[in-house]
Nanobody
Framework: QVQLVESGGGLTQAGGSLRVSCVVS????????MGWFRQAPGKEREFVAS????????YYADSVKGRFTISRDNAKNTVYLQMNSLTPEDTAVYYC?????WGKGTLVTVSS
């Protein structure tokens, strides 16, 4: 069993920055890939970024490349998503994921 708890969402203006965090607890493996997904109102959930827990390899959706950075702190069992140059199109609930486990999400709202 794995538990994922997101935090750090909020309201910011276009061009601003936010960092969301995901604390991971339970049975995880060094080979796990941690992912961030998002779901905007009326849209399907989409991939944002991922990181291989042990190796640190990262992957990004084209829409966030160069603006978002995913990272992890092994000692804190935490995965971060630093989001810069935010636009209203980034408004969504952001979810943390590993294998078939999902957090409850944290809302990010970007005003124009």
């Amino acid at each position: 069993q794995v538990q994922l708890v997101e935090s750090g969402g909020g309201l910011t203006q276009a061009g601003g920055s936010l960092r969301v965090s995901c604390v991971v607890s339970g049975r995880t493996f060094s080979s796990d890939t941690m992912g961030w997904f998002r779901q905007a109102p009326g849209k399907e959930r989409e991939f944002v970024a991922s990181i291989v827990w042990s190796a640190g390899r990262t992957y990004y959706a084209d829409s966030v490349k160069g603006r978002f950075t995913i990272s992890r702190d092994n000692a804190k069992n935490t995965v971060y998503l630093q989001m810069n140059s935010l636009t209203p199109e980034d408004t969504a609930v952001y979810y943390c994921n590993v294998r078939h486990y999902w957090g409850k999400g944290t809302l990010v709202t970007v005003s124009s």
